[in-house]
């Protein structure tokens, strides 16, 4: 059974960096992309960036510049550096694997303090 492991979340100060990490158990066949979303309280979930099989990424509009997704090389691992946070990154981040299937992790905390 496949599952998707998130840590690197946590409380910062604005201005300050987090790394978030998306370890895959189990082998997933097939990744076509690894995503990462976010969803602030009251708020609808929002994906944030995205990177493809091919190496492709696209971003948020709002975290541009700021954020940087990346992988391993074997795809088993994404990663989500944060960079220049601000209070309103304030949200649950949760990653995503799409492949044959599609698989959710529990989800991270991350708290930005003005």
């Known amino acids: 059974q496949v599952q998707l492991v998130e840590s690197g979340g946590g409380l910062v100060q604005a201005g300050g960096s987090l790394r978030l990490s998306c370890a895959a158990s189990g082998r997933i066949f097939n990744i076509n992309a690894m995503q990462w979303y976010r969803q602030a309280p009251g708020k609808q979930r929002e994906l944030v960036a995205g990177i493809t099989s091919g190496g492709f990424t696209n971003y948020l509009d709002s975290v541009k510049g700021r954020f940087i997704i990346s992988r391993d090389n074997a795809k088993t691992t994404a990663y989500l550096q944060m960079n220049s946070l601000k209070p309103e990154d304030t949200a649950v981040y949760y990653c995503?694997?799409?492949?044959?299937?599609?698989?959710w992790g529990q989800g991270t905390q991350v708290t930005v303090s003005s």
């Open positions: 995503k694997f799409i492949g044959s299937s599609s698989y």
